[in-house]
């Protein structure tokens, strides 16, 4: 939904002290520039873990470990899904979310296109977010491109594919619907590029 979704980390000196490790996510607003203290993890999450964002709108969180004085031997083999509260009503039950029927496999720069929905009324915008390349931590390659939607019938979108490479570079992305109690849809896998 364009928040930030910090995980692990640790609080103490150098990059892999399991004793300051911090299990809390924290979630970042850019529309309130705040943060907001999340569910805990229940391992540690430093050094050599991955967030990684998933099609259905969850956070995989996994690994942590070796490096920093941490043998290969003690390095966390687990895995835990984060739910975000955007998949939620405010009862605590799932959220209903939007569909795509269909939309283009390929996306070229510049290119309109078409977006097929049950939910055209309720799509306040969509967006393309690359598919994650995470590496000692960090999610080097996570990038958002916002797709401004408009509805030319009650199950169909139309919106621009990014301009140039600057904006989003080629490769596989994640395309997905938002409605507006900002419920994301189950991501469309697309490849933009020339």
Not at 122 to 146: A, D, E, P
């Given at each position: 939904d364009g928040s930030v979704l910090v995980t692990g980390g640790t609080r103490g000196a150098g990059f892999n002290n399991q004793a300051a490790a911090v299990r809390a996510a924290e979630l970042w607003n850019p529309k309130t520039e705040s943060w907001?203290?999340?569910?805990?993890?229940?391992?540690?999450?430093t050094y050599h873990s991955s967030a990684i964002l998933l099609p259905n709108g969850r956070v995989l969180s996994t690994g942590s470990g070796e490096g920093g004085g941490i043998a290969f031997a003690n390095?966390?083999?687990?895995?835990?899904v984060f739910t975000p509260p955007y998949l939620f009503k405010a009862d605590g039950s799932l959220a209903p979310r939007p569909s795509i029927t269909s939309a283009p496999s390929r996306l070229s720069y510049g290119q309109s296109f078409t977006i097929q929905t049950p939910n055209a009324g309720s799509i306040s915008r969509g967006t393309l977010i690359r598919l994650s390349s995470v590496t000692h931590g960090f999610n080097q390659s996570q990038l958002i491109f916002l797709l401004a939607v408009k509805a030319t019938n009650s199950t169909t979108l139309t919106t621009v594919a990014p301009a140039r490479g600057a904006l989003a570079p080629p490769g596989p992305y994640m395309l997905f619907l938002i409605n507006g109690a900002g419920v994301p849809s189950v991501a469309k896998m697309v490849t933009v590029g020339p």
């Amino acid at each position: 939904d364009g928040s930030v979704l910090v995980t692990g980390g640790t609080r103490g000196a150098g990059f892999n002290n399991q004793a300051a490790a911090v299990r809390a996510a924290e979630l970042w607003n850019p529309k309130t520039e705040s943060w907001t203290t999340m569910a805990s993890e229940s391992r540690n999450r430093t050094y050599h873990s991955s967030a990684i964002l998933l099609p259905n709108g969850r956070v995989l969180s996994t690994g942590s470990g070796e490096g920093g004085g941490i043998a290969f031997a003690n390095s966390e083999l687990s895995a835990q899904v984060f739910t975000p509260p955007y998949l939620f009503k405010a009862d605590g039950s799932l959220a209903p979310r939007p569909s795509i029927t269909s939309a283009p496999s390929r996306l070229s720069y510049g290119q309109s296109f078409t977006i097929q929905t049950p939910n055209a009324g309720s799509i306040s915008r969509g967006t393309l977010i690359r598919l994650s390349s995470v590496t000692h931590g960090f999610n080097q390659s996570q990038l958002i491109f916002l797709l401004a939607v408009k509805a030319t019938n009650s199950t169909t979108l139309t919106t621009v594919a990014p301009a140039r490479g600057a904006l989003a570079p080629p490769g596989p992305y994640m395309l997905f619907l938002i409605n507006g109690a900002g419920v994301p849809s189950v991501a469309k896998m697309v490849t933009v590029g020339p």
